[in-house]
């Protein structure tokens, strides 16, 4: 879930990172010193994100005036208002325009937090109205069978066949799996594992953070690099992942390894 937080005062941004890291150290945030009357410009010029926080005077017919645009534009974004003393009638303007979220500054972190799992459920109901991708995976019949050269390869073709595909392949070989070494020379920063300990937090934006980019109509989702958090993936994990990807991919690709277990089921 990709996070915007907008503000004059760079205090305020720093303090707003730590503690939006703290509810989820993988999210995409991004921060920018400015008023609310740079907001519109800058979400017309970009993808604009899941939620965007925007700190105001609460006071401002002109603020107020680019907000009601904001909400107007983008009535699939959360915006939530940053203010250090909301007056009843702002709150109640606020409400009108849509904004979802109004926080007292300095803000509190167990109030940031809930508000940011609002968010992140309101986020999930917006996902997969689209057909889901095709699911395809491959299971070796026996060691050295070339079962990881088959897939990586297959869905690598699989991504370039046509220039329009987007395939996703997820390496389940979770205990000896090295699907991205024969895709990329870069060691992943995340992994399945990783995925599986946020599972309350997974969407788009997480999904395609954890991934390792090969082109850009490729990415993959490594296997974990030890034992324990291997173990630590369970099932509902892996059903969940793949739900979410074929939600974003047109294939998904599965290296499933050569046991059959209820994480390969």
Partial sequence: MKTTVMSRDEGTLHALRELLGQWDSMMPIATI???VEQALVLMQSAQPPDVLMIETKCGSKDELAHLDALAEHFPNMTLVLLCKAPS???MQYAMRIGVR?????????DELHEAMRRAHRRSQTHIGAAKAGR???????????????????FAYALAHADGQNKVMLIDLNLQFGDAVLFLADNKPRFTVADLAKNPDRLDAALL????????????????PENLEAAAAVKPEHVESIIRMAAQEYDYVVLDL???IDAITL
């Fill in 33 to 35: 010193q400015g008023g």
């Fill in 257 to 259: 390894g050569r046991t």
């Fill in 101 to 109: 979220e109004l926080l007292t500054l300095p803000v509190k972190q």
């Fill in 208 to 223: 395609h953070t954890s991934s390792a980019h090969i082109t850009s109509s490729l990415d993959v989702l490594a296997a």
């Fill in 135 to 153: 699911v395809l995976s491959w299971i070796g019949c026996k060691g050295g069978s070339g079962q990881t050269f088959l897939a990586s390869n």
């Fill in 88 to 90: 009843p009638e702002i």
